[in-house]
């Protein structure tokens, strides 16, 4: 299975439960809204020292961030948790979704559901029509069920991945400058 990836943190409690239940996953990191490019490039890093960690295959895809721009133009004033952020998902995980098609992979999901900052009905909802549109499986599971999110803070730890204070974007950034999100 293709189990994208927004962060490390988030990818902790996802991978560990997954392979409870007996997946291996291959993470593949596809995150064009990640602005400024240091700070993707730290989030990405760290999403690398935790596949040499957990002995993981790493598949790391970019765009432009002008395209995922475009998805978003007309709500990027909304503010974090607005259609902004479904328009942002959407666009994220209809690649994880075509992409795991194209690969022959059997299924998909995604760490998003880690973060208690996520709409989870949201992601479930663009998981399953895209698992329609391109005809596989939609893994569904709630990471941050039974503390997931408080076991991901502690295997972030345990593991010292970078972990960041804001969203991605840069919009989410400046709302957070503004003070108007607190994380
Ligand atoms: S706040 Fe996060 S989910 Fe929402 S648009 Fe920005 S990066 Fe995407």
Redesign the pocket.
């Known amino acids: 299975m293709i189990l994208h990836v927004c962060c490390a943190p988030d990818a902790t409690t996802a991978v560990e439960r997954l392979r409870d239940e007996g997946y291996e996953p291959v993470l593949l990191f596809f995150n064009p ?2 602005q400024p490019d240091e700070e993707y490039l730290k989030r990405l890093e760290a999403v690398r020292t935790l596949s040499d960690i957990l002995n993981l295959t790493l598949i790391v895809e970019n765009l432009p961030v002008d395209l995922w721009k475009k998805e ?1 133009e007309e709500f990027k004033d909304y503010g ?3 259609i ?2 479904f ?3 959407e666009y994220r995980l209809r690649f994880a979704a075509w992409y795991a098609k194209k690969n022959n992979f059997k299924a998909f999901s995604t760490t998003l559901t880690t973060s208690p900052k ?1 709409n989870i009905l949201w992601i479930h909802s663009i998981g399953e029509k895209l698992s329609k549109d391109f005809n596989i499986e939609y893994i569904r599971r709630d990471f941050r069920k039974k503390d997931g999110f408080k076991r991901s803070v502690e295997l972030s730890k345990m593991f010292g991945l970078y972990r960041q204070n ?4 840069i ?2 950034l400046r ?1 957070k400058r503004l003070g108007m999100i607190t994380r």
């Open positions: 809204n990640i978003i974090e948790g607005s902004r952020c328009k942002c998902i996520k804001y969203c991605g974007c919009y989410s709302e």
